[in-house]
């Protein structure tokens, strides 16, 4: 499959897997397909048939509640297989709502309770730097995220340590759960505030792999700050930049007509 089958294979399962379990977050997981995609397919250096090689680089998605997104990705890059993808949130089944490390392979971190991503993954990073390791670590944060002080300690804790083997992506979708993220806490100036941070930022369309792929890749010296500016529920033209879409579930008739669109999305 090539690149552009392999996004709309990823967003076909999103759409699926959030219609059959009646469950919340599609335009989150929708906004950070392609950074995703880019991380699993071109970037980390994770093999699915050695999980938990201690050389591998680790990524946290930290915004936990975009859980289908991960799953659908890893599931694609063969972690593990697609049919576990029908036990999303549902009684009983496989997949929890939220990440769940113990759940399949490829998830370092358990989350949902928004804030704590970025912490963990600065332990790690250090932890890396103490063991002399190459492996890299990339968090990926909601913008309404930000709003978490847990995420500024943990910024000064990286550039303090200059950890320059941690990458944080903010996905900067605009959009929060109850409102618009600079409405909600502004955040306009978002650049400036990690920079000011003493980190090394990037501001990029999060949605075009190539600028994905190269502000990934640059070399650091200090922690980077990815700025992804994002659509949320990208791809779904009545789910775009739609605050309800945080917490509607798309029925039969939604279903259909998102994934009629997914076919001219390609
Ligand atoms: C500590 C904590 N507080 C509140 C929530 C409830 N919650 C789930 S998603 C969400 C909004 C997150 O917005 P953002 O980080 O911008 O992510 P997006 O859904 O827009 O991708 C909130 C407040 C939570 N999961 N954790």
Request: hydrophobic share 40%.
């Amino acid at each position: 499959m090539n690149e552009i089958e392999k996004l709309y294979s990823i967003r076909k399962s999103i759409l699926n897997m959030m219609h059959y379990s009646k469950s919340s977050h599609i335009g989150s997981c929708l906004s950070i397909v392609e950074i995703l995609y880019v991380l699993y397919f071109k970037v980390l250096r994770v093999d699915p048939d050695s999980p938990i090689d201690p050389a591998r680089d680790k990524f946290i998605l930290s915004k936990g509640h975009g859980s289908a997104a991960l799953y659908a990705t890893l599931a694609e890059r063969g972690f593990f297989s697609k049919k576990y993808l029908d036990e999303f949130y549902v009684n009983g089944g496989r997949l929890p709502g939220h990440l769940d490390m113990s759940a399949v392979p490829g998830i370092e971190v358990s989350s949902g309770s928004l804030g704590h991503g970025l912490s963990i993954g600065a332990g790690m990073a250090i932890a890396n730097k103490l063991a002399k390791s190459e492996a890299r670590v990339f968090v990926l944060v909601g913008d309404g995220e930000c709003n978490e002080g847990s995420i500024w300690e943990a910024a000064m804790f990286s550039s303090h340590h200059l950890l320059d083997n941690l990458t944080v992506i903010i996905d900067y979708n605009k959009l929060q759960g109850f409102g618009e993220t600079n409405e909600v806490v502004n955040q306009k100036s978002i650049i400036n505030r990690w920079q000011a941070f003493g980190w090394e930022t990037y501001e990029i369309n999060g949605h075009e792999s190539k600028e994905i792929y190269t502000a990934l890749n640059k070399k650091q010296l200090a922690p980077k700050a990815i700025i992804a500016h994002t659509i949320k529920g990208k791809g779904i033209s009545f789910m775009e930049n739609k605050l309800e879409w945080h917490y509607k579930s798309p029925n039969e008739e939604q279903l259909n007509r998102a994934l009629i669109e997914l076919g001219d999305f390609q």
